[in-house]
């Protein structure tokens, strides 16, 4: 038995060492495993967490830069032609990035200097109202992100037809580009782009079409079929109620750009910085500011004569008197040579105090605005006066003219060839903050005797352009008698002043590159933006 047991002993040993033989390596094999997994957790962990802490970073750098761009954004929306950070220099731009260097540290909602963002500034043209902001943002630790972005703002160049009252478009007649009416527009004829009105409803006037009841924002009459059914033609792009149009804005930019025109020059750039600049009427006169024809007294027949020559200078008459029922400019204006071929200002803007007669020689190559106001505490408003034909080197956006009148922009009686087969032409963007944009219906030395006609197939006038106007617009008046110089129009037994055959053309090059300082309508946006991956 003891025998017998001790086997049995001795089998139950060999069998449980032989286990923990085996047991062993496995226990370290998943030690070593474990190790070498948590290892890399932990790799992974702080490969992660040294990730995350870049991205950070690179989110910090991307933020900075985004706040850059609303910096500028912000400072455009309170100097909207400072496209040099508030400062002077440099005074030419870096033909690739603009103005700049301009750089500005930035810190946190506690105060916190995080880092810094550098700016560069380019303006799409003189007088654009678009720019190319790079904002380069750099965090304290080094880390750099870049971003682009457009900015810009809407004009009053940026309308084909801007008006503070109403407007009638005929069935015949074709709107050309965006119109906006402050009251409401009757639109009976073809147009190829939006038209807007900030009223929900109105009373249109039974001169514009009304017959005494509400009508839509913009609205058609059911009656009209042709060229457009009203009942049937497609209204999507007719936008009504929309946030009204201020004239009273213009005033506050032509006095901006008096302000650039005295600081264009020498010998006016002391009056620019004053606070009393638009009351100055100083007697000092440069390439880009013209003072008063006199100090004493105002006539709307007195003023300046500008002649835009194609080689971006001009010639400035002084006009003593206007006989606007002559035959052309150089019988209606009784004038005075001041100087010949006046470069036009680095600016862009020449600043008339006074009235304002314009033709183009043949064309005009190049980018100015001519604006005309008495605004030195004076009741009296300045005109501009088209008096032949305004026409651009090309209509490729590289050129542009801008009439600006306190009062009305005017095309003179005398302006279109008297007889004969004829194509007058006018390439502006016209603006006037008080008055109207029109073709006169009487003469200034006889206002009781209507104003000449031209009725015949041949004798065509083109607008290309734009127009905004406080008052009304039109290229001609029609009555059923006869009046002064009126012509007969056989075809509809009526009479005719101004020119019968029109077509008005928007200028989409306008639309943000318009003349420059043209006034704005409404604040900046910024229009787009990307992140470049590279730096200055």
């Known amino acids: 038995m003891s025998t017998l047991k001790g086997k049995r002993h001795s089998r139950v040993f060999q069998y449980t060492a032989s286990q923990q033989g085996f047991t062993l390596p496995t226990v370290l094999s998943f030690i070593l495993a474990m190790t070498l997994i948590s290892g890399a957790v932990m790799m992974i962990i702080l490969n992660n967490l040294t990730f995350t802490a870049k991205n950070v970073k690179r989110q910090q750098a991307l933020n900075i830069a985004e706040a850059g761009v609303n910096y500028y954004l912000w400072h455009l929306a309170h100097n909207a032609s400072d496209f040099k950070d508030g400062g002077s220099s440099p005074t030419n731009p870096d033909p690739t990035l603009g103005y700049g260097p301009y750089t500005h540290d930035y810190f946190d909602a506690n105060t916190v200097k995080q880092g810094n963002f550098t700016l560069w500034v380019k303006p799409k043209n003189n007088g654009s109202t678009i720019a190319t902001v790079r904002s380069i943002g750099k965090t304290k630790d080094g880390i750099v992100r870049t971003i682009d972005a457009q900015i810009g703002a809407a004009s009053f160049a940026s309308y084909g037809l801007l008006s503070d009252v109403e407007f009638w478009f005929g069935e015949n007649e074709t709107a050309d580009g965006p119109v906006f009416s402050n009251q409401g527009v009757h639109m009976d004829g073809p147009s190829s782009d939006t038209v807007a009105s900030a009223n929900t409803q109105y009373v249109p006037l039974p001169q514009y079409g009304g017959n005494g009841s509400s009508k839509n924002g913009v609205w058609c009459s059911p009656t009209v079929v042709a060229p457009v059914n009203c009942k049937t033609r497609d209204t999507s792009n007719w936008l009504f109620p929309q946030p009204s149009i201020d004239f009273n804005q213009v005033v506050g930019a032509l006095c901006t750009m008096k302000k650039v025109a005295f600081a264009n020059d020498n010998a006016t750039a002391a009056f620019a910085t004053r606070t009393d600049a638009c009351n100055l009427t100083p007697a000092a006169r440069s390439a880009a500011y013209v003072p008063r024809y006199s100090t004493n007294s105002f006539s709307n027949r007195r003023g300046y004569y500008i002649q835009l020559n194609n080689n971006s200078t001009y010639d400035l008459y002084k006009v003593s008197d206007e006989d606007d029922m002559q035959t052309s400019y150089t019988t209606a204006l009784t004038r005075t040579l001041v100087q010949n071929a006046i470069p036009i200002p680095s600016s862009g ?49 590289a050129d542009s003219i801008g009439l600006i009148a306190e009062n009305n922009v005017l095309i003179a009686p005398y302006a279109p060839p008297r007889t004969g087969s004829f194509t007058f032409e006018i390439n502006a963007a016209t603006l006037a903050q008080s008055g109207s944009v029109t073709y006169p219906d009487t003469y200034k030395v006889n206002a009781y005797r209507c104003t000449k006609g031209w009725a015949d197939g041949g004798q065509k006038f083109l607008y290309y352009g734009s127009v905004a106007t406080r008052q009304y617009w039109t290229w001609n008046y029609t009555r059923s008698s006869s009046c002064g110089d009126a012509t007969p129009d056989y075809s509809s037994g009526r009479y005719i002043s101004g020119i019968k055959n029109t077509a008005t053309s928007y200028d989409y090059n306008l639309y943000y590159a318009p003349p420059p300082s043209y006034p704005i309508t409404g604040g900046y946006d910024i229009l787009s933006w990307r992140e470049v991956l590279t730096k200055p």
């Open 349 to 397: 803007v020449i600043f008339v105090e006074d009235n304002v007669w314009v033709r183009t020689t043949t064309s005009f190559s190049g980018r100015v605005t001519i604006a005309a106001g008495r605004l030195g505490n004076d009741t009296n408003k300045a005109d501009v006066n088209i008096v032949g034909n305004v026409l651009y080197g090309s209509k490729s956006g």
